[in-house]
């Protein structure tokens, strides 16, 4: 069977026409030359430097100001690593990398669920004695 892609100027391209197609990769805006590399650097990185934090302190992992710090930068990581992605065709990696982060945003969001409930039901025990 052959494949069916189409070309710029909407004609059918068969897998035998010699076709060039061009990628981008992410790793390509990591320009650490000039000031645009280091927060789409940053906007991949950052997980890791997070996780590593709440792994070596408990203070880091129950701090209101990290957990909320977290989601807006989940959502700011998002929002780059969408920009990056759309100056051409999204392939395989993008939704990777999207996919991980939303699941990044839901864990981070429960942290701030928890704490609001830990809260409440304090309170509560409290009022009882």
């Given at each position: 069977?052959?494949?069916?892609?189409?070309?710029?100027?909407?004609?059918?391209?068969?897998?035998?026409?010699?076709?060039?197609?061009?990628?981008?990769?992410?790793?390509?805006?990591?320009?650490?030359?000039?000031?645009q590399?280091?927060?789409?650097?940053?906007?991949?990185?950052?997980?890791?430097?997070?996780?590593?934090?709440?792994?070596?302190?408990?203070?880091?992992?129950?701090?209101?100001?990290?957990?909320w710090?977290?989601?807006?930068?989940?959502?700011?990581?998002?929002?780059?690593?969408?920009?990056?992605?759309?100056?051409?065709?999204?392939?395989?990696?993008?939704?990777?990398?999207?996919?991980?982060?939303?699941?990044?945003?839901?864990?981070?969001?429960r942290?701030?669920?928890?704490?609001?409930?830990?809260?409440?039901?304090?309170?509560?025990?409290?009022?009882?004695?």
């Amino acid at each position: 069977s052959r494949y069916r892609v189409e070309s710029e100027n909407n004609d059918a391209v068969t897998k035998n026409d010699p076709v060039e197609f061009e990628y981008t990769y992410a790793k390509d805006c990591f320009v650490l030359t000039e000031w645009q590399g280091w927060p789409s650097l940053f906007s991949f990185s950052w997980p890791l430097i997070v996780l590593l934090g709440r792994w070596r302190s408990s203070k880091i992992r129950e701090s209101q100001v990290t957990q909320w710090m977290e989601i807006l930068l989940c959502l700011g990581s998002g929002y780059v690593i969408w920009a990056l992605s759309s100056f051409g065709q999204r392939l395989f990696g993008a939704y990777v990398v999207l996919s991980g982060m939303a699941l990044y945003l839901i864990a981070a969001v429960r942290d701030p669920i928890h704490s609001v409930a830990r809260y409440m039901q304090t309170r509560k025990t409290e009022r009882q004695l």
